[in-house]
């Protein structure tokens, strides 16, 4: 019912940027939670930052100061704004949607950050 679709992956230097964008379509209710996800070659699937409905955010160490995420309710879209990138943030990253009784993933968007 609820599909999701990421997009602004791609190539960059270390130092780069890079902003990923995830749109959720269907039958969306709130509260919820939209969040960025990535797993890198051998490693477990991680959370890299997350905000709520109500605009609550939350990020994992390694990437604060760096990465932002924000969103917009009215079009159900997460964006992850990235700087500073290095090559440790190489990975899989993929956008989830968890509801109170539900739970989304997007098909994934590859960042490589080459130095």
């Known amino acids: 019912q609820v599909q999701l679709l990421e997009s602004g992956g791609g190539l960059v230097q270390a130092g780069g940027s890079l902003g990923l964008s995830c749109a959720a379509s269907?039958?969306?209710?709130?509260?919820?939670?939209m969040g960025w996800y990535r797993q890198a070659p051998g490693k477990q699937r991680e959370l890299v930052a997350a905000?709520?409905?109500?605009?609550?955010?939350n990020y994992a160490d390694s990437v604060k100061g760096r990465f932002t995420i924000s969103r917009d309710n009215a079009k159900n879209t997460v964006y992850l704004q990235m700087n500073s990138l290095k090559p440790e943030d190489t990975a899989v990253y993929y956008c989830?949607?968890?509801?109170?009784?539900?739970?989304?993933w997007g098909q994934g968007t590859q960042v490589t950050v080459s130095s």
């Open positions: 269907g039958s969306i209710f709130r509260p919820n939670v």
């Open positions: 905000i709520t409905s109500g605009g609550n955010t």
């Open positions: 989830s949607l968890k509801g109170i009784k539900s739970e989304y």
